[in-house]
T-cell receptor, first 111, second 117 residues
Framework: AQSVTQLDSHVSVSEGTPVLLRCNYS??????LFWYVQHPNKGLQLLLK??????LVKGINGFEAEFKKSETSFHLTKPSAHMSDAAEYFC?????????FGTGTRLQVFP | EAQVTQNPRYLITVTGKKLTVTCSQN?????MSWYRQDPGLGLRQIYY???????DKGDVPEGYKVSRKEKRNFPLILESPSPNQTSLYFC????????????????FGPGTRLTVL
């Protein structure tokens, strides 16, 4: 069965420092993987998605993620955090007829 | 503007009083889905619909009903709400092509916060 695990429930960084949100997946086939962001009191918005075309995926707002098959990982990174990046982030795997959500990582950004 | 709308955004009700949360999309999407979001559990799928008159259970369908009479609308019905259905609910839609959720971007509504007393 396919599963998605987000390794940190909370991550805190200072503004201007790098962001790393970790996600591991398990799948018996080549997966589709997404990162969604949820700002307070908002719906979810797609940041980026991997669908096997390229292992390094660039998304909106300076985020990117690298698919590493050997490590079964799809970690989300950003070189320099901004205050507006404070939100909850979901790593999501694409199944045949539904999405499988990780439990979320709350990112705090301190001035 | 392409969007998914949900109504109401906030609802407080009492146990056993039937309620409906509406969901509508204006993107001509075939696939629609309902999720509930609870702290520490992420989003869990309640029901989904591949097209008009085609619905199927997700991971947590107990206590919920849905219908898909028109392509744009996908209401969520709680016939007899209970306190354990207090949650944040999201409707989502996507194109629904051959590869469906495996590659499609899902567009989410703003959420409905439901409290059942």
């Amino acid at each position: 069965a396919q599963s998605v695990t987000q390794l940190d429930s909370h991550v805190s960084v200072s503004e201007g420092t790098p962001v790393l949100l970790r996600c591991n997946y398990s799948s018996s086939y080549s997966p589709s993987l997404f990162w969604y962001v949820q700002h307070p009191n908002k719906g979810l918005q797609l940041l980026l998605k991997y669908t096997s075309a390229a292992t390094l995926v660039k998304g909106i707002n300076g985020f990117e993620a690298e698919f590493k098959k050997s490590e079964t990982s799809f970690h989300l990174t950003k070189p320099s955090a901004h205050m507006s990046d404070a939100a909850e982030y979901f790593c999501v795997g694409g199944g045949t007829d539904k999405l499988i959500f990780g439990t979320g990582t709350r990112l705090q950004v301190f001035p | 503007e392409a969007q998914v709308t949900q109504n109401p955004r906030y609802l407080i009700t009492v146990t056993g009083k039937k309620l409906t949360v509406t969901c509508s999309q204006n993107m001509n999407h075939e696939y629609m889905s309902w999720y509930r979001q609870d702290p520490g559990l992420g989003l869990r799928q309640i029901y989904y619909s591949m097209n008009v008159e085609v619905t199927d259970k997700g991971d947590v369908p107990e206590g919920y009903k849905v219908s898909r009479k028109e392509k744009r609308n996908f209401p969520l019905i709680l016939e007899s709400p209970s306190p354990n259905q207090t949650s944040l609910y999201f409707c989502a839609s996507s194109l629904g092509l051959a590869d469906l959720a495996s590659t499609d971007t899902q567009y989410f509504g703003p959420g409905t916060r439901l409290t059942v007393l």
